[in-house]
């Protein structure tokens, strides 16, 4: 079984179509990202979905940018591989978003 994941930079009208499906995510103007910030009440609610977010990334071998300020947690995708927006990107969002 390979580990190696087939990347393609994905076209603006995938992104549009798969974006619709991902409440919360917001998509740069640039097609180059994925963002979705989450606030919570307690910094151990934080906590525990910023551990998930770094078990996802952890499994799909896939890491993204996470900031963690102020109750919120920030979650951001790319490819750089591919110079922007994979579907392992959106793989990734869904997983997150089960959890918010």
Do not use: I, Y
């Not at 919360?24 to 906590?47: C, I, Y």
Request: net charge positive; hydrophobic share 40%; aromatic share 4%.
């Amino acid at each position: 079984m390979s580990t190696q994941r087939s990347l393609e930079k994905l076209k603006a009208e995938r992104v549009e179509l798969l974006l619709h499906s991902l409440p919360g995510w917001g998509v740069d103007p640039e097609l180059k990202s994925l963002t979705l910030q989450v606030r919570f009440l307690s910094p151990r609610e934080s906590l525990k979905f910023l551990r998930h977010v770094c078990q996802v990334a952890t499994n799909r071998r896939h890491v993204p940018d996470v900031a963690l300020a102020q109750g919120a947690v920030t979650v951001k995708l790319g490819t750089p591989e591919v110079g922007g927006l994979s579907e392992e990107d959106f793989r990734f969002a869904r997983q997150v978003t089960r959890r918010v």
